[in-house]
């Protein structure tokens, strides 16, 4: 039975989903009627207030499942920010590399071209 209101698919890509209440059933989003929280939204059982079915008493105000996900979206955009540092890193170092490749390639040429000219003389 899922409870996380992330999904993920075969490639790991995460989307904001309802969790599934404790009947195995995605919960839906309901707006609260009383006077302590008029028209605040939350997550419940969809067979709550249903005449004849079971329910279970699954209750988790909506915001703070958008906020969980706002939290997790954070910490996902943190570790892409760290990944991309030290790809740049490395991008940095491997045009050194290039750098020293093609330096030594124009040694080499100039080293050549001196060859040719001492051995034409």
């Given at each position: 039975?899922?409870?996380?209101?992330?999904?993920?698919?075969?490639?790991?890509?995460?989307?904001?989903?309802?969790?599934?209440?404790?009947?195995?059933?995605?919960?839906?989003?309901?707006?609260?009627?009383?006077?302590?929280?008029?028209?605040?939204?939350?997550?419940?059982?969809?067979?709550?207030?249903?005449?004849?079915?079971?329910?279970?008493?699954?209750?988790?105000?909506?915001?703070?499942?958008?906020?969980?996900?706002?939290?997790?979206?954070?910490?996902?955009?943190?570790?892409?920010?760290?990944?991309?540092?030290?790809?740049?890193?490395?991008?940095?170092?491997?045009?050194?590399?290039?750098?020293?490749?093609?330096?030594?390639?124009?040694?080499?040429?100039l080293?050549?071209?001196?060859?040719?000219?001492?051995?034409a003389?």
């Amino acid at each position: 039975m899922p409870s996380s209101s992330l999904s993920s698919s075969s490639v790991g890509k995460r989307t904001f989903a309802p969790p599934w209440c404790f009947c195995e059933v995605q919960a839906v989003v309901r707006y609260s009627t009383t006077k302590a929280n008029p028209g605040l939204p939350f997550l419940g059982c969809p067979k709550y207030n249903t005449k004849g079915l079971a329910y279970c008493k699954y209750f988790k105000w909506a915001d703070i499942e958008l906020q969980e996900y706002a939290n997790e979206l954070s910490r996902k955009e943190e570790e892409l920010e760290k990944r991309l540092f030290e790809v740049e890193i490395q991008v940095t170092e491997l045009r050194k590399i290039v750098d020293e490749f093609k330096k030594r390639e124009m040694e080499l040429v100039l080293l050549e071209r001196e060859s040719v000219l001492s051995c034409a003389m």
